[in-house]
């Protein structure tokens, strides 16, 4: 006998039916499922090999699984092949400085396995994965100094080898059916074929980012634990669950606390505890702090925020909610006027620790920094009023919805924003001031209403400690609209000591690096001088795709002279998809076995 532990991990939405009441009844009963979080099955393996070779069948026979189609202008979110080998790059125009470091470029986005995003068709219904899903891929340029001082530079990309992407390779098919959007009854059908197929609900994609602590690698997406990589061959070696001491969810921002190295993360569910935060040891071997927030509500909290002494976390209006779930309602939700707070708690502090401040209603995915000034915690961000995430009501065109949102020549002033429709996509930088003794709360914009920015980088040294500068990619609006689709048409210096004294002495210092017509970048990071003295001594480096020439590049932009040329454009000879979030991990690189064929 053998028996089976299947953890029901939810990552769904929903839409009202209009059944039966026995369809109701049931429905309820799911959702008291989903409350106890787990199934425990046990049963023989031969018999249960067997069902799941009939459930095969009867999904094979049922279902229709269709490509989702992609218009032109987003030809570039389609996916690519896995290289067989790495290549190396001999086209570069300009020079990678002699002061640059030897180091791995990173960058994580969702490459969806057998042609692209899927939709299916049954008697159930219809079933679609949603834009930010597919199987991640990691895409890598290594930098290796010779002797005789030139470049040796080797591009590479690799999916991440997550459980179920072997069980879907291992079938040579699209097998998990989509389980985020759709009619009520294909959803429902979705979990429960997923469920007792596979021991899931939905994919582990781990398409988000990338990060290094205690001299390791991972790839993460906040629906599961971070898959450990090789960093130079980008295999995966295997889940990362802290030794067994983290069995949940896992942010796909984890920081390091400034003076000693410990990593600090946090776990959104859908289910009690809500959200987990905890602290892992500079050596990564060991969780030396675990606390329940016993927040009331499940928070879809993207990044979590360090200071010297503190933990902040962003609790706002973009929800997880089961039981709206059960009454025919969305999972995901975000609620313009829903409340907002920020919770400072000490590192090693419990539930009851937390000093929480209230906020305006806001959306705020990316953190730039937190650090304490005086008897206040300062929070930088990229603050918005709409979330990009789950997007439109169930019933509504996707695209037209996107289009209208991104559709702006600069956004309009906050107070004549009455009606959710009227709000756009659009992301400021904003400043939160948190008086810890007395309870005070001040915050402002600290950017315009011109440019839409986020994606947020700074020099990696000053994280939880006062930064001056920041970097941001920033939103070309039309292309944007014309596609339905996030494309980012440039870059952002911040100077968060130095006004603008062109628009008001409230706002920041803000210089733009903007790219050519057609040209969008994904993945900034910034690379600091290894000898630099200065906060913005390095470079910005990043991904980009002319959609014009159908050609993928890598940019590296001298902060210094930001608005100047890129002091280097190396062209590759495979295509880059746009993805998420990038790093540049500072490392002796050996030199690579590489093809030199780069067609």
């Known amino acids: 006998m053998q028996s089976s532990y299947l953890k029901l991990q939810v990552n769904c939405s929903l839409q009202k039916p209009s059944i039966s009441h026995n369809f109701d009844h049931f429905k309820s009963r799911l959702s008291s499922a989903f409350k106890q979080l787990s199934l425990r099955i046990s049963v023989p393996k031969t018999i249960k090999n067997s069902f799941v070779k009939l459930l095969d069948v009867f999904v094979d ?43 791995v470029y990173i960058r994580n986005g969702p490459n969806p396995l057998f042609g692209g995003l ?26 290796k100094k010779e002797t005789d001082g030139s470049w040796n530079v080797v591009y590479m990309n690799r999916h991440v080898e997550s459980e179920t992407f072997k069980q879907e390779k291992q079938r040579n098919r ?58 130079f061959t980008l295999e995966t070696l295997g889940n990362w669950d ?61 990044e979590i925020g360090v ?31 829903g409340y907002a707070k920020i919770g400072i708690m000490p590192r090693y502090g419990d539930a009851d620790s937390v ?25 930088w961000g990229c ?43 659009f992301s400021r930088v904003y400043e939160w001031r948190l008086n810890m003794q007395n309870g005070d709360v001040k915050e402002r914009n600290l950017s315009g209403n011109k440019v839409s920015m986020d994606f947020p980088m700074i020099n990696g040294g000053y994280t939880g400690i006062k930064n001056k500068y920041g970097y941001t990619q920033i939103v070309d609006s039309i292309a944007s609209s014309a596609s339905g689709m996030p494309k ?42 290894g000898r630099g003295v200065e906060e913005d001594d390095g470079w910005i480096i990043t991904f980009l795709h002319n959609e014009d020439t159908n050609i993928s590049q890598v940019y590296i932009i001298d902060t210094k002279k930001f608005t100047d040329e890129p002091v280097a454009k190396i062209t590759l000879s495979h295509r880059v998809p746009y993805g998420f979030h990038g790093a540049f991990m500072s490392i002796p690189v050996q030199t690579q076995k590489a093809s030199r064929n780069e067609s």
């Not at 026979?61 to 189609?69: C, T, Y």
């Not at 000093?355 to 929070?379: M, R, S, Y």
């Open 174 to 231: 699209s097998s998990f059916l989509p389980a985020i959007e759709g009619d009520s009854l294909a959803i429902l059908s979705a979990y429960l074929l997923n469920l007792l197929r596979f021991g899931k609900i939905n994919k582990y994609i781990s398409n988000t980012n990338i990060f290094e602590h205690a001299g390791k690698f991972y790839s993460v997406a906040e629906n599961h634990m971070p898959q450990e990589i090789d960093i």
């Open 242 to 302: 802290v030794n067994g001491a983290w069995n949940r969810p896992f942010t796909s921002h984890p920081k390091k606390a400034p003076g000693t190295g410990e990593l600090v993360i946090m776990g959104v569910d859908a289910t009690k505890p809500f959200v987990e935060i905890g602290v892992i040891s500079a050596d990564g071997d060991k969780l030396v702090h675990h606390v329940d927030l016993k927040l009331s509500r499940c928070s879809l909290s993207h």
């Open 118 to 143: 899927k939709s299916t068709k049954s008697m159930f219904g219809s079933s679609n994965h949603i834009w930010v899903e597919g199987e991640g891929m990691l895409h890598a340029l290594y930098f």
């Open 307 to 337: 200071t010297q002494r503190y933990n902040v976390f962003l609790d706002y209006p973009l929800s997880i909610d089961l039981t709206r779930l059960a009454f025919g309602g969305p999972l995901i939700k975000y609620e313009h006027e």
């Open 488 to 529: 980012y048409g440039g870059l952002a210096k911040l100077s968060f000591e130095e006004p603008d004294n062109t628009e008001s002495e409230e706002l920041i210092k803000v210089e733009y690096h903007k790219f050519e017509e057609n040209i969008f970048c994904t993945g900034g990071a910034f690379v600091p001088k």
């Open 355 to 379: 000093k929480w401040f209230d906020v305006e209603p806001n959306c705020t995915f990316h953190i730039i920094n937190c650090f304490e000034d005086g008897d206040e915690v300062i929070v």
């Open 383 to 425: 603050r918005a009023l709409e979330s990009i995430i789950p997007g439109p009501d169930l019933g509504l065109n996707k695209f037209e919805w996107f289009s209208k949102k991104f559709r702006h020549a600069e956004l309009a002033d906050e107070s004549v924003l009455t009606s959710p429709d009227d709000v756009p996509l």
């Open 61 to 103: 026979q049922m279902f229709e699984f269709v490509d989702q189609p992609l218009l032109p202008s987003q030809r570039n979110f389609a996916p690519v092949d896995a290289l067989r080998e790495a290549v190396l790059v001999t086209n570069i125009d300009g020079e990678i400085p002699e002061d640059f470091p030897e180091g």
